[in-house]
């Protein structure tokens, strides 16, 4: 068979295209993808980091303006091989997190860095709001809502009785001597004859109120101060000015373009040209394409990242774990104890719920105070209890929450919550994400096996309080020559661990 060799037109021609797809990746390399920087931002640093802030390790918006890229690729693969250069920056930032060291990522590619880097340069993508009180709120009341949460609220409302009766515009129908005196010591009160305090005492079948001596003349009139101006909307109101993202300038055109060519390019060696080195090569290379695409496409089947289905209830997660400060372990409190992390009960919600049948924190435009109080009555018909009447009510039929699951393993994969919560003290946001800023919850890790190998890889062993595995750490330090013995090196790679 008589092969053909190209014609030196050919040869341009080739020559121009590769020149112009390795400039394609050259730039796009160099640019970044801010989209799929975001995502490996969520996957590998969200649960460390904020763009705006501190959190657990310093805030990464615009760290590019602060540290060269070269800089950032050493740092960010292996920070603690870097420290060991002697290079003094990465040595100040780690005796400046009081010696935490930081992950290692030796997986991520420096495209996978630079497209992080380049989310990290980016403008939010919405505009950005502020949260305005409506009216100017005085320190005093500011303090007095604080205190009144804490010592009243169980019993009391502002605007109709709970278990004691309303408190709102109570300095109206009290002196703040009688009050002071009421709130530090009722029963005192009650026994020196003062018949206001003995008529409250029997309107409420002689159930005396909690008395609180520790609280000082100050507590006392900051509780009325907040009583008597009530509760402060607030509202998510504009800036005043509309901040609109700015998209980076993207060279996905040029991938576009090379890639039209070059189909266009291997439709013509199979159509028009006589050359059959280049029909086995096309066809070669359309093979190793099509598996490439076909590989890559089932290694994402069971992949469920970013899924975030329509909860029956619109639980937000920012309210109760970010806001209030609700600890994940009282609603999820099998989580350190069982395999499973359990879903709450509505009795768990029931606890709070009893006495808080009204939204009073931050609103928007979409979910305002009726949005919110309308989802804590969804509560109330599931259990059945009577916000009026402050009791349960009698034969009624109580409908289960058919919550959505979002978090599921595959049934092949083992995996114990309080191994991980109680023996290793992983916190729940590395693998759940920043759950205390999600207003809806979402699968915020691919949750794969590659992902759960790598945290193994570069989890060291806690040893505090622990002989047995100081022993065996020892053993296994001195087996593989290192001072801090990882949770792969402990077993943690072995297949049985998770699938026997």
């Known amino acids: 068979m008589k092969i053909v060799m190209p014609s030196s037109t050919f040869k341009k021609i080739l020559a121009s295209l590769s020149f112009l797809f390795l400039l394609t990746l050259s730039l796009t390399a160099q640019q970044g993808d801010p989209a799929n920087g975001k995502k490996l931002f969520n996957a590998n640093c969200a649960a460390c980091h904020k763009m705006d802030k501190k959190l657990i390790g310093p805030a990464l918006g615009g760290v590019t303006e602060r540290r060269t890229n070269e800089w950032l690729q050493a740092w960010i693969k292996d920070n603690n091989a870097f420290r060991a250069t002697g290079d003094q920056d990465a040595i100040d930032i780690f005796n400046e997190y009081n010696g935490m060291p930081m992950t290692p990522y030796p997986q991520l590619s420096e495209q996978d860095i630079n497209d992080i880097l380049a989310y990290t340069d980016g403008e939010p993508e919405e505009a950005k709001t502020a949260v305005a009180a409506t009216q100017e709120v005085d320190p005093k009341v500011a303090t007095g809502k604080k205190l009144y949460q804490t010592n009243c609220a169980s019993c009391h409302k502002l605007d109709k009785k709970l278990i004691g009766p309303a408190l709102g515009g109570v300095a109206d129908r009290r002196s703040m001597e009688w009050l002071k ?208 009447t402050l009791q349960y009510k009698e034969n009624y039929e109580q409908k289960p929450i058919k919550w959505v699951r979002i978090h599921s393993l595959p049934d092949f994969a083992y995996f114990n919550h309080a191994q991980h919560v109680t023996a290793g003290g992983v916190a729940c946001q590395k693998c759940h994400g920043p759950v205390e800023e999600m207003e809806e919850m979402y699968q915020f890790s691919p949750l794969t096996m590659g992902w759960c190998l790598d945290c193994h890889k570069q989890t060291a062993v806690d040893l505090k309080g622990n002989d047995y595995y100081a022993k065996i750490h020892e053993e296994l330090a001195d087996k593989y020559g290192v001072e801090s013995v990882t949770i792969a090196q402990l077993g943690g790679k072995e297949c049985g661990k998770c699938h026997y």
């Not at 359990?342 to 939204?359: D, Q, R």
Request: one cysteine or more; hydrophobic letters at 40%; glycine letters at 6%.
């Open 181 to 388: 005196a009421w709130i530090k010591d009722n029963n005192a009160l009650r026994a020196s004859g003062d018949q206001d305090a003995i008529d409250i005492f029997n309107e409420y079948n002689g159930m005396p109120m909690t008395a609180f001596p520790q609280l000082s003349d100050e507590d006392i009139e900051a509780i009325i101060a907040y009583t008597t101006a009530g509760d402060v909307q607030q509202v998510a109101v504009a800036t005043g000015e509309e901040v609109l993202a700015t998209p980076k300038s993207s060279t996905a055109w040029m991938s576009y373009i090379v890639v039209l060519v070059l189909l266009g390019l291997i439709v013509w060696i199979f159509v028009a040209s006589n050359n059959g080195f280049l029909k086995i090569a096309a066809t070669i290379f359309v093979l190793i394409l099509t598996g490439y695409i076909l590989f890559d496409s089932l290694m994402d089947i069971g992949i469920d990242q970013d899924y975030q289905p329509i909860q029956p209830i619109a639980f937000s997660h920012k309210i109760h774990a970010g806001d209030n400060k609700v600890d994940c372990q009282y609603c999820h409190s099998s989580a350190k104890h069982s395999k499973m992390s359990g879903i709450p009960s509505v009795n768990v919600c029931m606890n709070c719920h009893k006495s808080i049948s009204e939204y009073t924190g931050p609103t928007t435009s979409e979910k305002d105070k009726a949005f919110y109080d309308a989802e804590i009555q969804k509560i109330y018909d599931a259990i059945g209890w009577d916000p009026e």
